[in-house]
Nanobody, 125 residues
Framework: QVQLVESGGGSVQAGGSLRLSCAAS??????LGWFRQAPGQEREGVAA??????NSYFADSVKGRFTISQDKNTIYLQMNSLKPEDTGMYYC??????????????????????WGQGTQVTVSS
């Protein structure tokens, strides 16, 4: 089980930016992703990165606004031009599932076996 620790959430006005961090206890070759969940809604895959190649995936809802990067054993989600609909609990997750399987599934959460505790992001209008 990979241990994941998120940080960086907070409250911001629409149009603002936040950066989330996720430190992983086991990193090499893993695929790490960010999910979010708003109250009463299903968990949504937002972005993912393949640590071995730096290939990335973004949900359509965040393309052009969010970027994902890595440094040593930590991944970062830079969120710009935030909207109220970006509000939710953001979770970091890890998997060893084949990258192309993840892409085809659009980051199906069932592929991810390790989860962080989550960090809250609130965007006000």
């Amino acid at each position: 089980q990979v241990q994941l620790v998120e940080s960086g959430g907070g409250s911001v006005q629409a149009g603002g930016s936040l950066r989330l961090s996720c430190a992983a206890s086991e990193y090499t070759g893993r695929k790490l992703g960010w999910f979010r969940q708003a109250p009463g809604q299903e968990r949504e895959g937002v972005a993912a990165i393949y640590t071995g190649t730096s290939n990335s995936y973004f949900a359509d809802s965040v393309k052009g606004r969010f970027t994902i990067s890595q440094d040593k054993n930590t991944i970062y989600l830079q969120m710009n031009s935030l909207k109220p609909e970006d509000t939710g609990m953001y979770y970091c997750a890890a998997t060893s599932t084949n990258w192309y399987t993840l892409l085809a599934s659009k980051m199906d959460a069932t592929h991810f076996s390790s989860w962080g505790q989550g960090t809250q992001v609130t965007v006000s209008s």
